[in-house]
Each structure stands twice: as C-alpha cells, then as structure tokens.
Nanobody, 130 residues
Framework: VQLVESGGGLVQAGESLRVSCEAS????????IGWFRQAPGKERERVAV????????FYSDSVQLRFSVSIDKAKSTAYMQMDGLSTDDTAIYYC????????????????????????WGQGTQVTVSS
C-alpha cells in the first residue's frame, strides 16, 4: 500500500487549505484513513480519522469544527479540509491507513494509537503565516 499526500503549502492565518491522501496498491474496500501532524520540535499528534465503510469520523479537540475529513472511495482518496487556519496548525501533515473494516466504537479506540495504522504517507508541509 502506498499513500501520497498533496495539497500542502503556505497560507495566511484565517485562510483555508485542503490536503489530499491518495492510496494505491491495495484491493480491499473497507479501511480507515487517519490524519496526523507533526510541528517542529513537537511529537506527532493525531488530527482526524474517517472510515471508508460508513463515513464515521473523529477529530481531535484542537481541530474540531475547523477541519473536515471526507473520502472518495472511487478515487481511493481522502481529503481534509482545513478552515480557519492559525500559526499553531503549521506542521507536516501525514495520512495513514488502517486496513480493516472499522466503524463506531472500534474506530474510536483504534485511531488513538499509531500502531493501529498499517501504512503511512511521506507527509505534506502546511505552513501558516501570521
């Protein structure tokens, strides 16, 4: 499985950006895509997750109501729309895949742990200027 992120860039505070995660090299239809980020000098943190099975999503408190994840199964691509960006959102954004049919309470537990993910992308840089 290969994951390729794109869409990162430089924006000003308050602006929006959409990053994408294209998956390839697999045939299974049910999976979950998680989004993580790592700011300079900080540990990687989870941001959001979406199930391809039923669209269940979870968000971290820091991005709740500002970020929105979606998935296009036909394109094997996940998206994360980021609105109201602030300088605190500056980071490398990664997507990762759980190759299981996971929804609801199971996803709520699995997405919290990085070891739940089977494949990772290389990341895309998002920089927010003040």
């Amino acid at each position: 499985v290969q994951l390729v992120e794109s869409g990162g860039g430089l924006v000003q505070a308050g602006e929006s950006l959409r990053v994408s995660c294209e998956a390839s090299g697999f045939t299974f239809e049910d999976y979950a895509i998680g989004w993580f980020r790592q700011a300079p000098g900080k540990e990687r943190e989870r941001v959001a997750v979406i199930s391809s099975s039923d669209g269940t999503t979870f968000y971290s408190d820091s991005v709740q109501l500002r970020f929105s994840v979606s998935i296009d199964k036909a394109k094997s691509t996940a998206y994360m729309q980021m609105d109201g960006l602030s300088t605190d959102d500056t980071a490398i954004y990664y997507c990762a895949l759980i190759d299981l049919q996971v929804t609801g309470p199971v996803l709520a537990r699995l997405w919290l742990t990085e070891t739940s993910y089977d494949s990772w992308g290389q990341g895309t840089q998002v920089t927010v200027s003040s």
